[in-house]
């Protein structure tokens, strides 16, 4: 009996895939200000998931470099929660746009909370809170695919 191989895991499935996809966009419900050196999220081997328009998720930055599926990360900064206005697929690699502004990279995904809400963790030079960043009820969030890369 031959035994099911997870693709992300196992290297088979890249970034490469996603040929093209739209943008993922909505606005923040909750702005939030804190931020942690011992979080201990463990990030999902899979690099991509879907998010469906009425959905509510965490965003969360990161500064740790090594910030990749299937990873830990510990120091991080509470940004937000977003509802999804316009729903799609998100992949590691998307380019996070904040009030248009490019606050990171898309890092990958933490599911502590499931299935009330998916952690969406952020790879950012610093990282600041929500606050910090004077982030407001309403700000627009944008995951756009900035282009095609080995992950």
Do not use: W
């Not at 290297?11 to 419900?29: E, F, I, M, N």
């Not at 120091?75 to 990171?104: N, Q, S």
């Not at 990279?105 to 929500?130: K, V």
């Amino acid at each position: 009996m031959s035994q099911i191989s997870d693709p992300y895991s196992s290297g088979k499935v890249t970034t490469s895939l996603y040929a093209q996809k739209r943008d993922v966009s909505g606005s923040l419900v909750v702005v939030l200000d804190g931020r942690l050196d011992d979080r201990n999220l463990l990030l999902i081997a899979p690099m991509s998931r879907c998010l469906c328009r009425g959905q509510v998720h965490e965003l969360i930055l990161t500064d740790e470099p090594g910030a990749k599926p299937g990873g830990r990360v510990d120091r991080i900064a509470y940004l937000g929660f977003f509802a999804v206005e316009r729903e799609g697929v998100i992949v590691v690699g998307d380019e996070f746009l904040l009030d248009g502004k490019k606050i990171g990279i898309l890092a990958g995904f933490d599911e502590t909370h499931m299935p009330n809400h998916l952690n969406i963790l952020i790879q950012s030079p610093t990282r600041p809170t929500g606050k910090e960043l004077g982030c407001r009820l309403d700000s627009v969030v944008v995951f756009h695919q900035i282009g095609l890369r080995e992950q």
